[in-house]
């Protein structure tokens, strides 16, 4: 599901927007390319020091969409830069494999994000 042009974007640095919906308003929060991990196939695990109000709302809705971009990385038709829509389910992680491995590498946080990728489109 990974694209390698996906990939290439991975390499560079940019925000990386998460929106989530629970039971009222949309919410959006930010982090940063560097900071996905991927797993398997589908798998994009996200280390949590906050993001309480999107564990509340996945707590109630656990769909999401992230959005992400890289100037340098070639898109469409020549154009410069790409970025790319995820659309997935997600879970909050405090425990198992997955949380202590993020755990190691950030030990500032409190949870995984986890979201199971089915639909990774390219915009640009």
Request: a negative charge; proline letters at 3%.
């Amino acid at each position: 599901m990974f694209t390698d042009t996906f990939l290439e974007v991975l390499k560079y640095e940019g925000p990386v927007s998460i929106t989530s919906w629970g039971k009222e308003e949309p919410h959006v929060t930010c982090t940063w390319n560097s900071y996905l991990v991927l797993k398997e196939d589908d798998i994009i695990l996200i280390p949590a020091a906050g993001m309480r109000s999107t564990e509340e709302d996945v707590a109630f809705n656990n769909q999401l969409i992230l959005t992400l971009a890289a100037r340098d990385v070639e898109g469409f038709n020549g154009y410069q830069g790409t970025g790319f829509r995820i659309k997935g389910s997600a879970s909050f992680l405090t425990k198992g494999a997955y949380f202590e491995e993020m755990k190691e590498e950030y030990p500032f946080i409190r949870s995984v994000l986890q979201v199971k990728v089915s639909d990774l489109k390219q915009l640009l």
